[in-house]
């Protein structure tokens, strides 16, 4: 076995960020990065939009390519998977029987999609989104004049219903909860991105659950509860997503709603550490509120923090969650935690640029979500993070007012 090293488990987005920041903050000993996936490191979000439109045949948007491991002298090891963790003998044993010694361990192990499960059903043939390979399948069966049953209405459901919409596939979306986007997205925001989808002629069954789906000839039948049958040639599943705790469950470190961190993102052991979408953690500008979060620039700044704090450093995870979707000509972002608000404040830039205030029992501004173009958006809900972060109490009337500038309101 290889001397004592940094061993990363999973060669996503936290796993590859983790892995750069390693040696970048002057780790000068081995760094092995171990990916399930035969591919290099690659952004997913383009998985359910521009690799399912573009014109071009898609390529991965690599992170980390042959030419950044060997700058960084990183070890990337692919298509294999971490079996067993010896936690007393600092040992991982690899599924090729590879054994690697470790000074501090890493979990990017992320998520993976939740499946439909139809008593009596094939469920053999329904689509998830997760990977690249996913979405070369994806695209394979977004022809024009095809029709594709979308089930699931949050973000990934949302974004592939748009995707299909433009390469001229009819849709149709179905979802047991009473509306869209029912998690983190307040019911304005919901009510303003389902207009725009209709508007572009996705149909939704909303509310109403799923009898059963048969197969057919040529793609499914899906029979709902009250009585609607829908004929689609493709079946795309978008429920929802599980972390991936596996691993850490068997190495009997503690496990609730994903791995358990604390704020320093340490596990129950604290020669291992966790990041991204596979881990839960207390945040303090939410009164300690244990939250998962699955979103890019999370899993973006939690690998950078668990680096340095695998080389010694002791610092909170204190960054503002912040995810968007993008969905035709329109940008949905949210900073904060909106469930954490009890009364929304409404601001109207425009006519199609609308913004969200969630403020707490005792006036702080705990969350903000806006949707509109991207170019007005953007800007605001990065001042609307500082004010989060500045756990600011804000007049509501100011906060209502477009003339009153936010970045007036930071600098009060």
């Not at 059903?121 to 990977?131: A, C, E, M, V």
């Not at 991936?244 to 020669?271: C, F, K, M, P, Y």
């Not at 972002?333 to 608000?341: A, E, H, I, R, S």
Request: hydrophobic share 40%.
């Amino acid at each position: 076995m290889a001397d004592l090293g940094m061993v990363i488990v999973g060669a996503g987005e936290a796993g590859a960020r983790a892995a750069v920041e390693l040696r970048t903050e002057g780790w000068s000993g081995p760094i092995t990065l171990i990916g399930k996936e035969r591919l290099a490191p690659y952004e997913r979000p383009p998985l359910s939009k521009s690799s399912l439109v573009d014109e071009e045949e898609p390529t991965p948007k690599t992170i980390l390519d042959e030419a950044k491991q060997s700058q960084f002298n990183i070890q990337l090891i692919t298509d294999s998977t971490v079996v067993k963790i010896d936690r007393d003998q600092h040992v991982t044993e690899l599924s090729n029987g590879q054994q690697l010694r470790y000074e501090r361990l890493l979990l990017a192990t992320g998520a993976y999609p939740r499946r439909l499960k139809m008593e009596g059903s094939d469920n053999t043939d329904f689509l998830y989104l997760r990977t690249f390979a996913d979405s070369l399948v994806l695209r394979s069966r977004f022809q024009s004049g095809k029709h594709i049953a979308v089930i699931g209405a949050g973000f990934i459901g949302l974004e592939v219903a748009a995707s299909a919409r433009e390469k001229g596939c009819s849709v149709t979306v179905i979802e047991v909860g009473p509306r869209i986007l029912m998690r983190g997205v307040p019911e304005e925001i919901a009510n303003i991105v389902e207009v725009r989808h209709r508007k572009a002629g996705v149909e939704f069954k909303l509310g109403v659950g799923i009898g059963h789906i048969d197969k057919t000839e040529d793609g499914h039948s899906i029979t709902l509860v009250d009585g609607t049958v829908i004929h689609c040639n493709t079946v795309v599943v978008g429920i929802g997503a599980i972390p991936e705790t596996s691993l850490a469950a068997q190495s009997g470190l503690t496990v609730d709603n994903g791995i358990w961190v604390d704020e320093r993102l340490v596990t129950s052991d604290s020669d291992i550490f966790a990041a991204g979408d596979c881990c839960s953690f207390p945040h303090s500008l939410f009164g300690g509120k244990r939250i998962r979060l699955e979103a890019w620039r999370n899993a973006q700044d939690q690998g950078t923090l668990a680096a340095h704090n695998m080389l010694g450093a002791s610092k909170p995870y204190l960054d503002i969650p912040w995810f968007w979707s993008d969905q035709y000509d329109q940008t949905l972002q949210v900073t904060g935690l909106p469930d954490c608000g009890v009364k929304t404040v409404v601001r109207n830039l425009s006519e199609s640029d609308k913004f969200f205030f969630h403020l707490s029992d005792k006036g702080h501004l705990v969350a903000a979500s806006a949707v509109g173009l991207n170019s007005k958006i953007a800007k605001e809900i990065r001042l609307a993070e500082m004010l989060i972060h500045k756990q600011a109490v804000l007049d509501p009337k100011a906060l209502e007012n477009p003339d009153v500038k936010l970045k007036a309101l930071l600098n009060s």
